[in-house]
């Protein structure tokens, strides 16, 4: 359900911009005014800043499969990277790795899930559906069902938390009244019942890894402010909570969907534990040469 505060420009409509105007920089940081400073400031989008910290074994192993499959469907790239070099070419090798974890499909669930999430604005909005699939269809209403408590408040708006300089866009602000996670797991010292406005995102996805990444995630959209790009204003969220926020997850062509409490407490935590990571990271001169004899001691000094 729908109540209102939604931009045509990002729910509606057959009018949506062709591109977004957000300034961004060429590393695709989104460019933010900050008063007091000359120029806009790039901030670091949210995805980033908290991917500091993820367990990337299994991503990188998954890349390394994409791209073997890839190799079988595209000879002619592998004959390419054949004559280039590790080291001189590593542009041109990356650019052919990229190319052939696309001909593997790596991308096509991202494609699909991009699509839904299109698709469920127009049940947040009570909208009949643009021409689509039947599965599209039997995962709108998987979707809608599970929703059907949640009243969407905001959408798809630019957050920025100033104090970390981080920019990113929640999927939804949904207003819920009823049974919180201590209904569920009784005894934990968690909430019975929650009524206020949360943090909601939409994983089209496998939901095996990356559950503290999503409370991070949303952690951050909790404690930020929208930004108007066009006005360079802030302004508050809604009254959020900035203890619990929920995943849908709608696996595209499963037609099921499923909610679930995320903890934004422990999110929040390890989002310190990523500002210090990066802090950390941003050390110079901790390697110093090492020169031998650099300093002769003076012998005739007593003990020596």
């Given amino acids: ?130 021409p689509c699939t039947e599965a599209d269809l039997a995962d709108m209403a998987a979707y809608k069902a599970a929703t059907v408590d949640l009243t969407v408040v905001d959408a798809e708006r630019l957050v920025v938390v100033d104090e970390i300089k981080v920019a990113g866009t929640p999927d939804r602000v949904s207003f819920y009244d009823g049974p919180g996670p201590g209904a569920v797991c009784p005894g934990m010292g968690w909430p019975e019942w929650i009524c206020g406005n949360l ?11 990356g559950e503290l990444k999503m409370a991070m995630q949303l952690s951050v959209y909790s404690r930020g402010m929208f930004y108007d790009w066009k006005t360079q204003t802030r302004t508050p969220l809604p009254d959020v909570n900035q203890e619990w926020g929920l995943i849908i997850n709608l696996p595209a062509g499963s037609a099921k969907c499923e909610i679930h409490w995320i903890n934004l407490s422990e999110g929040w935590k390890a989002v310190q534990v990523a500002r210090e990571v990066r802090e950390a990271r941003r050390k110079k001169k901790i390697l110093v040469p090492f020169q031998p004899g650099a300093r002769t001691p003076d012998l005739a000094e007593p003990g020596v």
């Fill in 199 to 209: 943090i909601t995102d939409l994983k089209t996805g496998s939901m095996e890894y």
């Fill in 1 to 130: 359900m729908t109540a209102g505060l939604m931009k045509p420009s990002q729910l509606g409509s057959t009018d949506r911009p062709v591109e977004d105007k957000q300034p961004r920089d060429r590393w695709d940081r989104p460019l933010i005014y900050v008063p007091d400073k000359p120029k806009l400031v790039p901030y670091t989008r949210c995805t980033t800043f908290i991917d500091v910290i993820e367990d990337k074994t299994n991503l990188t192993k998954w890349n390394k499969r994409m791209v073997l499959v890839g190799a079988t469907k595209a000879p002619r790239l592998v004959n390419e990277a054949a004559v280039l070099d590790p080291v001189d070419d590593k542009k041109k090798l990356d650019k052919l790795a990229e190319e052939l974890v696309t001909v593997a499909g790596a991308h096509v669930k991202r494609e699909k899930g991009s699509h839904l999430h299109d698709l469920s604005e127009y049940v947040d909005r009570g909208e009949p559906l643009p």
